[in-house]
């Protein structure tokens, strides 16, 4: 299986974390994109240093698990969808040909720029498998799946799935770790501690679903949608 997460910022990529490092334990291969520079994301640096400040974390939270690292660059705040981004972003999907993708909920968002990286592997997951829209890569070998990762501390989300990510929450602690620069920009911008809000929802998600530590998603409903067992018939 080849899973790849979409983080539209750098440390976005927390809220599938524990799955993503349950993919590897199973000896799936794993990518994350950071689509955006995050450059905004600092009271103290600049927006040059915070984005190749947050590049570095980011990398080093895609190490933790040893996930390959795909850093888009675009601009924080202004992701917008269009044409050029729209080849930027379906370049990426057919550079790793994944089976399944996980990206941010469009619908239940509260970031623009979530919002726009939901969009945007929407706008783009039909188009992955088609050769007269040529990019660098050739195309998908088939359309892959999407599902939705839960949103900040699950605001609007209602979960279809769990995963029960009990056995990874130090990974995804270590991982989470890696955003130094975050930490003190949640402690300015939210008055929240990092640790502690990820902990939470974590904790949370796995009380739901009845176990210590769970992470939460839904399956966008569209065409051509393949038919898996769901233990109904
Ligand atoms: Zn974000």
């Avoid at 939901?118 to 498998?129: H, I, S």
């Avoid at 990092?194 to 904790?203: A, D, L, R, S, Y």
Wanted: net charge negative.
């Amino acid at each position: 299986m080849r899973v790849m997460a979409f983080s539209p910022h750098p440390d976005d990529e927390i809220s599938c974390a524990g799955t993503l490092a349950k993919y590897v334990a199973n000896g799936d291969e794993v990518a994350i994109v950071f689509v955006t520079n995050g450059e905004v994301g600092s009271a103290t640096m600049d927006r040059k240093q915070t984005a190749a400040t947050r590049k570095e974390e980011a990398r080093a939270s895609a190490a933790v698990i040893g996930a390959k690292f795909f850093w888009m660059g675009l601009q924080d705040e202004f992701l917008y969808t269009g044409e050029k981004v729209r080849l930027q972003i379906l370049e990426v999907i057919r550079e790793f040909d994944p089976d399944i993708i996980i990206c941010p909920d469009k619908e239940n968002d509260y970031h623009p720029d979530h919002i726009s990286t939901g969009q945007l592997v929407w706008d783009v997951r039909v188009m992955t498998t088609v050769p007269n829209i040529p990019t660098a890569s050739p195309p998908c070998t088939k359309i892959p799946r999407i599902y939705y990762m839960d949103t900040v501390i699950g605001i609007n989300f209602i979960p279809e799935l769990y995963v029960d990510v009990s056995q990874y929450w130090e990974m995804k602690a270590r991982m989470l770790a890696c955003h130094k620069s975050q930490q003190g920009w949640m402690k300015d911008q939210y008055d929240v501690t990092h640790e502690e809000f990820v902990k939470i929802h974590t904790m949370f998600r796995g009380f739901q679903a009845g176990c210590r530590y769970a992470e939460a998603f839904r399956i966008p409903k569209f065409f051509p949608e393949r038919l898996e067992s769901d233990g109904l018939l």
